[in-house]
C-alpha cells in the first residue's frame, strides 16, 4: 500500500469527534445481530440463579416468556433455548419427549411472542444421566448409535414451532441426519444453525452448573475439537455445509477469533460466533471487582467478533448490550 507520509497524512483527522469516528467506522454493532440463550426447566414462578453467571437464571417456562419479552422488546431478535429436565436416564428420553419442557417452552413462546425466533440447542447432555452428549457403552460415546436421537429430538423441536434448530453434539454426520428427518416430514424450511467448530473449552465452566450438564466420568474430548486445531474447523464446516447446514457457528468466540475470521472467509456462510458463560462471567467478575467497565468491555468484546467476520453474535449479556446499544 502506498500512502503518502506525514505531514500530508495524518491519521488522527479522522478521530477528532464521536459523530466523525461514526462515519468512517469499518465495523458496526447492532441489536438485530444478538441472540440470547436461555435455560427453561419445570416449575412455575422460578427464577433460579447461576451462582457462576451474574443476572442469567434457570427460569420456569413462564419467567422464561417474561425475560424473553423484555429482550424482545429492546429489539432482541431471537433466543438460544436450552432445557433441563426433572429426570434423566440412559435413552435422553426427555429430549425428544412431545412434552418436554424445550417443547413446551418453544409452544409457549410461540403464541405468546410470535416475532420472537426461537433457535433450540439440540443435544443430549442435559438429558443424559451420564452427562455426555450421546450414547454411552463401556465407557465410550457412539457416534452412529446417537445420530437417530438427534434427529428425532431436532423433529419434535421443529414440530413444536422452533424457528431454527441448533446441533451443539459435534457427532459426525449429525447435520445430514437432521436434516433427512426435517425434510421427510415436511419441514424442509427449517434452517440448522450447526455448532460447525465447537473446541473443548475451559470457558464451558459456567455453563454446565447453568445446564447441569457436566459429564459425570472422563471428558468432551473425543468429540469436541482441539483447541490447538484450526484448519481442522475449516474441515469440520465444510462437512457441516455439504450435508446442509444453513448458519455454522464457532464456538467459544473471543479466543477464536482466528477461526472466526477463517470460516468467514473461506466459506461466506451466515457465521454465529458463541460468546460463552466462562468469557461472560470474566467480565462480569473483572467489573464487580472494579477492575473493568463492564459496558465497555462487553461491547468490545461483541465488536471483536463483528470484525472477525461473526454475523450473529450469541451472548447472555444481550440484554445488557441491546440497552447500551440503544442508547
Known amino acids: ?144 448409535s446417537t445420530l437417530k436421537l438427534l434427529a428425532q429430538t431436532a423433529l419434535s423441536h421443529a414440530e413444536a414451532g422452533a424457528d431454527i434448530v441448533a446441533p451443539s453434539d459435534m457427532m459426525d454426520g449429525r447435520v445430514a441426519a437432521i436434516r433427512a428427518a426435517l425434510d421427510a416430514h415436511d419441514f424442509q424450511d427449517t434452517p440448522i444453525m450447526s455448532y460447525a467448530a465447537k473446541f473443548a473449552s475451559a470457558f464451558y465452566g459456567p455453563f454446565r452448573e447453568a445446564a447441569e450438564s457436566a459429564p459425570r466420568f472422563g471428558d468432551r474430548r473425543s468429540y469436541q475439537m482441539d483447541a490447538a486445531n484450526a484448519r481442522e474447523a475449516l474441515r469440520e464446516t465444510a462437512l457441516d455445509i455439504r450435508e446442509g447446514a444453513d448458519i455454522v457457528m464457532v464456538k467459544p468466540a473471543l479466543a477464536y477469533l482466528d477461526v472466526i475470521h477463517m470460516v468467514k472467509s473461506e466459506f461466506g456462510f451466515p457465521t454465529a460466533a458463541y460468546a460463552v458463560s466462562g468469557e461472560y462471567a470474566m467480565i462480569k467478575a473483572a467489573a464487580a471487582a472494579g477492575w473493568m467497565d463492564e459496558r465497555a468491555a462487553t461491547l468490545e468484546s461483541l465488536l471483536a467478533l463483528r470484525r472477525a467476520g461473526a454475523d450473529i453474535l450469541i451472548t447472555y449479556a444481550a440484554r445488557d448490550a441491546a440497552k447500551w446499544l440503544k442508547g
Open 1 to 144: 500500500m502506498n500512502l503518502p507520509e506525514f505531514p500530508v497524512c495524518r491519521p488522527r483527522r479522522l478521530r477528532q469527534s464521536p459523530a466523525l469516528r461514526r462515519l468512517v467506522a469499518e465495523t458496526h454493532l447492532a441489536v438485530s445481530q444478538l441472540v440470547l440463550p436461555l435455560f427453561v426447566r419445570p416449575g412455575r414462578r422460578l427464577r433460579r440463579p447461576v451462582a457462576a453467571m451474574p443476572g442469567v437464571f434457570q427460569l420456569s417456562p413462564d419467567e422464561l416468556v417474561g425475560e424473553a419479552a423484555a429482550a424482545h422488546a429492546l429489539g432482541v431478535p431471537a433466543i438460544l433455548l436450552f432445557g433441563i429436565p426433572d429426570k434423566k436416564d440412559a435413552a435422553a428420553s426427555g429430549a425428544m419427549a412431545k412434552n418436554g419442557i424445550v417443547q413446551q417452552a418453544v409452544r409457549l413462546i410461540k403464541k405468546e411472542l410470535p416475532s420472537l425466533l426461537v433457535i433450540t440447542d439440540v443435544c443430549l447432555c442435559e438429558y443424559m444421566e451420564h452427562g455426555h452428549c450421546g450414547v454411552v457403552r463401556a465407557g465410550k460415546v457412539l457416534n452412529d
